[in-house]
T-cell receptor, first 114, second 118 residues
Framework: DQQVKQNSPSLSVQEGRISILNCDYTNSMFDYFLWYKKYPAEGPTFLISISSIKDKNEDGRFTVFLNKSAKHLSLHIVPSQPGDSAVYFCAASALGDSNYQLIWGAGTKLIIKP | NAGVTQTPKFRVLKTGQSMTLLCAQDMNHEYMYWYRQDPGMGLRLIHYSVGEGTTAKGEVPDGYNVSRLKKQNFLLGLESAAPSQTSVYFC?????????????????FGAGSRLTVL
């Protein structure tokens, strides 16, 4: 039973356009969400996060939107650049969970076409 | 600043052999984790540690053991390797945010260790 789902295994976007990566979750106890980016042969690196008290968080070209009622979040990258080609993981946690565990989606491979 | 270092990066084992993966972090983080990543699946937590001398089971602990004798090191052991343990293993360490997001967890990962069990 996957609590965090990234239903698109891959996404191809033209350079300069907007990339939108989606993530759905089922556990209503989740209240903190993170996006990680992973290049081949490297470990994931933290990209951006959002708390359930917000519905939007921006950091440069990256914006994460959270729709709590739909249990859905999305990562927008504008404009997309070749260096954005990577696998993006969505992760969720419940701040009240004393184990502080993250639950991960399966990832979406983003390909930016020149 | 090395961050999180995993050794070895690659290893091939035969079924039944044993081995240890070493993870070292230089950020003075309390929390450390071992994950495995398999095709089409998210990262799955094997074991974790909330401090020196402590360990706990994660989502998929069977067939693995861990030890955290020093704060900066977290070892993952396979006593009798099986082909199902062929995977990429990631170590991570973390601190917990304080203030408004107290308890939120930001992980720093190592580069991964690719293990093949024949």
């Amino acid at each position: 039973d996957q609590q965090v789902k990234q239903n698109s295994p891959s996404l191809s976007v033209q350079e300069g356009r907007i990339s939108i990566l989606n993530c759905d979750y089922t556990n209503s106890m989740f209240d903190y969400f993170l996006w990680y980016k992973k290049y081949p042969a490297e470990g994931p690196t933290f990209l951006i996060s959002i708390s359930s008290i917000k519905d939007k968080n921006e950091d440069g070209r990256f914006t994460v939107f959270l729709n709590k009622s739909a249990k859905h979040l999305s990562l927008h990258i504008v404009p997309s650049q070749p260096g954005d080609s990577a696998v993006y993981f969505c992760a969720a946690s419940a701040l009240g969970d004393s184990n502080y565990q993250l639950i991960w989606g399966a990832g979406t491979k983003l390909i930016i076409k020149p | 600043n090395a961050g999180v270092t995993q050794t070895p990066k690659f290893r091939v084992l035969k079924t039944g052999q044993s081995m240890t993966l070493l993870c070292a972090q230089d950020m003075n983080h309390e929390y450390m984790y071992w994950y495995r990543q398999d095709p089409g699946m998210g990262l799955r937590l094997i074991h974790y540690s909330v401090g020196e001398g402590t360990t706990a089971k994660g989502e998929v602990p069977d067939g693995y053991n861990v030890s955290r004798l020093k704060k900066q090191n977290f070892l993952l052991g396979l006593e009798s390797a099986a082909p199902s343990q062929t995977s990429v293993y990631f170590c991570a360490s973390s601190y917990l945010l304080e203030g408004a997001f107290a308890g939120a967890n930001v992980l720093t990962f190592g580069a991964g260790s690719r293990l093949t069990v024949l």
